[in-house]
């Protein structure tokens, strides 16, 4: 069975600092990932899709990027977080052919 | 573009009573259309889809049908428990569009013994 993990699940950071967030993905080859930012209180806001190694779709201009450095991994960075980037990131994977998103537990990061 | 509304919440009832949330969609063609469930701190769950129109969606006691006609896919459910206490997102998914989930802005339904 697929398993989607995402860590680390709780982060405390300081504005100006470097962000880090990592997305994998097992039982599962060629997945199709995607980063999601889920303010307080708010619905979904999809950041970032790919469709494969090194493929890389941005949905909102922002002060974030994201990497696909393998597979099954995602990864979401920011070199300078801002205030405005705390939240819930969600992160999620389907299936080239299907279109059933399946989400991991996601991080909840807070700026300082 | 596509977009999905859903209906404000809070929404808070008392146990064993019945539920509706409503959700809307606009598209250029027929989407799938999904409910997900997100329980306190966790991610979303798939809760329910249909892929076409008058299909039926159902799950742990909920249901949804869509509705070509009025464009809609409400949830209900004829008892809720407290134990179904989470926010509610609709979605839907247009393959011959940009092929990416589109989300309601989420509904939090909150259920008193």
């Known amino acids: 069975s697929q398993t989607i993990h995402q860590w680390p699940a709780t982060l405390v950071q300081p504005v100006g600092s470097p962000l880090s967030l990592e997305c994998t993905v097992e039982?599962?080859?060629?997945?199709?990932l995607y980063w999601y930012r889920q303010a307080a209180g708010r619905g979904l806001q999809l950041l970032f899709y790919?469709?494969?190694?090194?493929?890389i779709s941005s949905e909102v201009p922002q002060n974030l990027s994201a990497s696909r450095p393998q597979d099954r991994q995602f990864i979401l960075s920011s070199k300078k977080l801002l205030l405005s980037d705390s939240g819930f990131y969600l992160c999620?994977?389907?299936?080239?052919?299907?279109?059933?998103?399946?989400f991991g537990p996601g991080t909840r990061l807070t700026v300082t | 573009g596509d977009s999905v509304t859903q209906m404000e919440g809070p929404v808070t009832l008392s146990e064993e009573a019945f539920l509706t949330i409503n959700c809307t969609y606009t598209?250029?063609?027929?989407?799938?259309l999904f409910w997900y469930v997100q329980y306190p701190g966790e991610g979303l769950q798939l809760l329910l889809k249909a892929t076409k129109a008058d299909d039926k969606g159902s799950n742990k006691g909920f249901e949804a049908t869509y509705r070509k006609e009025t464009t809609s896919f409400h949830l209900e459910k004829g008892s809720v428990q407290v134990s179904d206490s989470a926010v509610y997102f609709c979605?839907?998914?247009?393959?011959?569009?940009?092929?990416?989930?589109?989300f309601g802005q989420g509904t939090r339904l909150t259920i008193n013994p």
């Open positions: 979605a839907s998914y247009l393959i011959q569009g940009a092929q990416k989930l589109v």
């Open positions: 999620a994977w389907s299936m080239d052919t299907s279109y059933e998103q399946y």
């Open positions: 039982g599962t080859s060629n997945p199709n």
């Open positions: 598209a250029t063609g027929y989407p799938s």
């Open positions: 790919s469709v494969g190694i090194g493929q």
